[in-house]
């Protein structure tokens, strides 16, 4: 069983126009929230939002930026933009609804090591459960969910009961902390969001046959660059 979190790709849908009137954000506020200066391209910062609170929906029919709604309609909803019937702006325009983005928070970016078949450019979100709304797994896509606090998760990662990939389990340890608020505030705060980029290199003698993922600042990692 891999532990992930919702997520996936960007798509052409989550750069229409129509977002800035159904999320409040100019392009400008919307690279602010994002709190770094955005190079010129693709995706915008809006797209990324969008995709990020497109991707939780369609996995777990949880709306962000949204209050408490009615569980049929996010479940019918759900089902015709994961389907491919509808696409998720016009189940939002629809309701008449207007989603609040700035609840989420980036906190890091991570890059597929080189020489990988297929590479990533991930950004990570961070944000509070909508009061009022409760998470349901995607037919087919999604085993099943559950609620974890960051340690425990980690811990069942260590011992082998679930497997997690490094960004996985870096973003678990910053997940840590008192209160959802208090954890939020502090990435915010302290978000370094220079992008992450793993290398690959053979297993020392003590690690056993193979490769090994180093990341920056572990033993190994520079010379897997030379």
Request: glycine letters at 10%; a negative charge.
């Amino acid at each position: 069983t891999a532990l992930v979190f919702p997520g996936g790709r960007i798509d052409e849908h989550d750069g229409h126009a129509a977002w800035e009137e159904l999320t409040g954000l100019s392009p400008a506020a919307a690279a602010e929230l994002l709190g770094s200066p955005w190079e010129d391209g693709r995706p915008s910062p809006l797209a990324l939002l969008v995709g990020a609170a497109r991707e939780v929906f369609e996995e777990s029919a949880i709306l962000l930026g949204a209050g408490d709604l009615d569980p049929a309609w996010r479940e019918e909803a759900r089902r015709r933009v994961h389907g491919g019937k509808a696409e998720f702006r016009d189940v939002i325009m629809e309701a008449g609804l207007r989603l609040d983005l700035s609840c989420l928070v980036y906190f890091a970016r991570w890059v597929t090591p080189e020489g990988a078949p297929r590479r990533y450019d991930t950004r990570f979100f961070a944000t509070a459960m909508p009061a009022g709304q409760e998470a349901s797994p995607a037919p087919v896509e999604v085993e099943r969910m559950e609620w974890l606090r960051p340690k425990p998760a980690l811990a069942a990662a260590e011992r082998g009961e679930v497997f997690a990939m490094p960004p996985t389990r870096v973003a678990l340890s910053v997940l840590e902390g008192p209160s959802v608020a208090a954890v939020l505030a502090r990435l915010a705060r302290e978000r370094n969001v220079e992008p992450i980029l793993p290398r690959i290199r053979l297993g020392a003698p003590a690690e056993g046959p193979g490769i090994v993922v180093a990341l920056p600042g572990e033993p190994g990692y520079e010379e897997a660059g030379s």
